[in-house]
C-alpha cells in the first residue's frame, strides 16, 4: 500500500530552521511527483513547493529564498529546508506525491493521489 512518511516538524523561534523529510513507500511505478504544501487553522491549503523531473523547482512567493525543496536521485524522498522562519509559516505541513501523466516527461498537471499524515510547524516570535 503507497503511503508517505514525514518527519522533522517541531517548534521554533522567529529566524530559527527547520529540515522536513518525506519518503514515499509502496509506489507502483517509477515516474514520481512530489511536492510540499501546508494548511495554517482557518485556512486553505496552499502549495509551498515542488520540484519537477528536471530537478526545476517552483516555490510559493511568500517563501521563495527562504525555503528550498530537493530529492534524492530516486526520486523517492523529499525534503524541505525552511530557513529564516517566520510565525506566517506556522502551519501543517503535508508531503504530496502523485505519478507523471501519461505521456509526459514532466510533472505538470500532476494528480497528487497520495498525502502524508502531516507535520506540524510551530514558529513564535
Known amino acids: 500500500q503507497a503511503q508517505l512518511v514525514e518527519s522533522g516538524g517541531g517548534s521554533v523561534q522567529s529566524g530559527g530552521s527547520l529540515r522536513l523529510s518525506c519518503t514515499f513507500f509502496?509506489?507502483?511505478?517509477?515516474?514520481?511527483?512530489m511536492a510540499w504544501f501546508r494548511q495554517a487553522p482557518l485556512k486553505e491549503r496552499e502549495g509551498v513547493a515542488s520540484?519537477?523531473?528536471?530537478?526545476?523547482?517552483n516555490y510559493a512567493d511568500s517563501v521563495k529564498g527562504r525555503f528550498t525543496i530537493s530529492q534524492d536521485n530516486a526520486r523517492t524522498s523529499l525534503y524541505l529546508q525552511m530557513n529564516s522562519l517566520k510565525p506566517e509559516d506556522t502551519a501543517m505541513y503535508y508531503c504530496a506525491a502523485g505519478y507523471q501523466p501519461w505521456g509526459s516527461n514532466y510533472c505538470s498537471g500532476v494528480d497528487y493521489m497520495y498525502w502524508g499524515q502531516g507535520t506540524q510547524v510551530t514558529v513564535s516570535s
Open positions: 509502496g509506489y507502483t511505478y517509477t515516474h514520481i511527483c
Open positions: 520540484i519537477d523531473t528536471d530537478n526545476s523547482t
